[in-house]
């Protein structure tokens, strides 16, 4: 569990973090888009799969698109973007600036190969972004797979399943501004016991210099 | 070697870049998607033979990837295609999906490039997006045009109110709502005195002008859930409903008859005119809508023969 300031400093570092991957999403889709993380929740073991803010936000949604990579080496874990599918089609077609598909279809969830390589491409800039954050962080060096992408639906039982082989979840709550649309969505890393310790003594040690400092 | 020979059969184009972003191998899928030979590419810098690689965010993710390891996908829908081919027709239509990843051998990391064409998959992408926009605007077409056609059907082309057709409608509905809440229904039958003499005078377009406001002003006098309608030349019909006793309509009716005689500035001219107004009540005069309309008419008519710009309850003949 996170207190209040780990969660602030967390909270503050990922904004900072999504920030970059913002200004290159807006570089590469010529619009403006700001990302945002609202909310930051650590959950770990049992607690993740019977906890209502994980349950009922991800996965209450229906369908959804979730893009993912795995990294190694100095932390290990893997770590997800996850759109509903509706709001994964809407994020695409702002993306390729074809708002008036969405405006006529926004009840269409049928996403295209080509709209998962742009969510590919979306998920793959925030990610590396906030696990570049990291590794910079812990001044170490992380080795990143190739992304992938998938759609999932699975039936409540099954949910509780995926999200309990998950040791230490980090939530990030995220929302993504477009010119035209505005598109909410999570971010999800899991890390490994170890991992997480790491992460957690970085931020211990930050909140101490920044005790000292205010003191 | 099997390897050479694999990389040589593979539909993906590689290049392979050293730390200084030259280019160090390459196979012959992406020779084909350049039109280029081999010796035209190695060992020059990937920005120099294809000038995508030479913009800073590109130069930005092939950093990355060297010195943070970071393996980046880039899609064919957003940045289009990295490796040109001579032919400029080729060129318009060509978009490639491209793979960014390090690769380390005797402590020395190079940054290999994967670049799959995607051209054919985006042109049947392209086709079917289209496809799917000339549906929708054929669908709104569709919509449009069936909606013109509910409105000829059902409203007063002139002015805008109900039909007598769609009065009838609204009348059934009406009569079996007051049914359920113990309510009455109210029918006002309305004709205007000397319409006819406007006319004569000022012209049709004047007197068309004329009815336009009438009905502007019967609408503004009643509820929302009422209901006005124009039957034809000068005559309108209006339902009240949720009525608890017959007084409140010649209330009602009265409000319409006085809001009906403040003058008209119809383009410049200005003008007065008086209706005749009868009404009848469900259930008490009858239970059949037609005849409902009909009792109202008869009331209306007593006023018109006898002094005009007047109110009337068929109840009162």
């Known amino acids: ?215 | 070697m099997l390897a050479e020979q694999v990389l040589e059969r593979i539909d993906t184009g590689i290049l392979l870049l050293d730390s200084s972003l030259r280019i160090v191998k390459c196979n012959q899928a992406l020779k084909n998607l350049a039109d280029k030979a081999c010796e035209e590419l190695c060992g020059k810098p990937v920005g120099e033979v294809f000038p995508r690689f030479a913009e800073v965010r590109y130069q930005h993710i092939l950093r990355e990837c060297l010195e943070r390891g970071q393996v980046r996908f880039c899609s064919g829908m957003i940045h289009s295609a990295f490796v040109l081919p001579e032919d400029p027709l080729r060129q318009f239509r060509c978009r490639q999906n491209l793979q960014v990843k390090r690769l380390e051998d005797c402590g020395q990391y190079y940054v290999l490039l994967q670049i799959t064409d995607i051209s054919d998959h985006f042109e049947r992408v392209f086709h079917l997006k289209h496809l799917i926009r000339d549906l929708g605007a054929d669908y709104e077409q569709a919509r449009t045009s069936g909606e013109s056609m509910r409105k000829q059907a059902y409203y007063d082309h002139l002015t805008g109110v109900y039909n007598r057709a769609m009065f009838m409608i609204q009348l059934r509905h009406d009569m079996k709502q007051a049914d359920r809440n113990q309510k009455l229904v109210s029918v006002l039958f309305l004709d205007l005195d000397a319409f006819k003499a406007v006319n004569d005078t000022y012209g049709h377009a004047i007197g068309d002008l004329l009815l336009q406001q009438v009905a502007g002003r019967l609408k503004a006098c009643v509820r929302s859930s009422d209901t006005v309608a124009r039957f034809g030349g000068d005559e309108f019909a209006i339902i009240l409903t949720n009525i608890t006793e017959a007084e409140n309509v010649r209330e009602v009716a009265e409000k319409i008859r006085l809001s009906l005689l403040a003058p008209y500035d119809l383009h410049g001219n200005s003008l007065t005119i008086s209706a005749s107004i009868g009404f009848s009540m469900y259930p008490a005069d009858s239970q059949d809508p037609q005849a409902l309309i009909d009792l109202a008419d008869r009331a209306m008519y007593r006023v018109k023969f006898s002094c005009k710009n007047n109110v009337a309850c068929y109840c009162d003949l």
């Open chain 1, 1 to 215: 569990m996170l207190t209040e300031l780990q969660k602030d400093i967390l909270g503050e570092m990922v904004n900072v973090y999504i920030g970059q991957a913002a200004s290159l999403l807006s570089e590469m889709t010529g619009q403006e888009i700001r990302l945002n993380v609202p909310q930051v929740l650590l959950l770990t073991g049992d607690a993740i799969a019977l906890d209502p803010r994980v349950t009922d936000d991800i996965w209450s949604q229906g369908h959804i698109v979730s893009s993912s990579l795995r990294f190694s080496q100095g932390l290990h874990g893997k770590t997800f973007l996850m759109f509903p599918a509706a709001q994964a089609k809407a994020l695409v077609n702002a993306c390729l600036g074809e708002m008036e598909l969405c405006t006529s279809f926004s009840e269409s969830r049928d996403l295209l190969d080509t709209d998962f390589d742009v969510l590919k491409e979306v998920a793959n800039v925030i990610l590396n972004s906030i696990m570049g954050g990291f590794g910079e962080l812990l001044d170490t060096c992380l080795e990143y797979s190739v992304p992938e992408i998938e759609m999932l639906f699975a039936p409540d039982n099954e949910q509780r399943q995926f999200l309990s082989n998950q040791q230490n979840i980090l939530l990030l709550k995220t929302e993504l501004f477009l010119d035209a649309a505005s598109v909410q969505g999570f971010i999800m890393i899991a890390f490994s016991m170890n991992s997480i310790s790491l992460l957690l003594e970085k931020i211990n040690a930050m909140t101490e210099d920044f005790s000292d400092y205010a003191g």
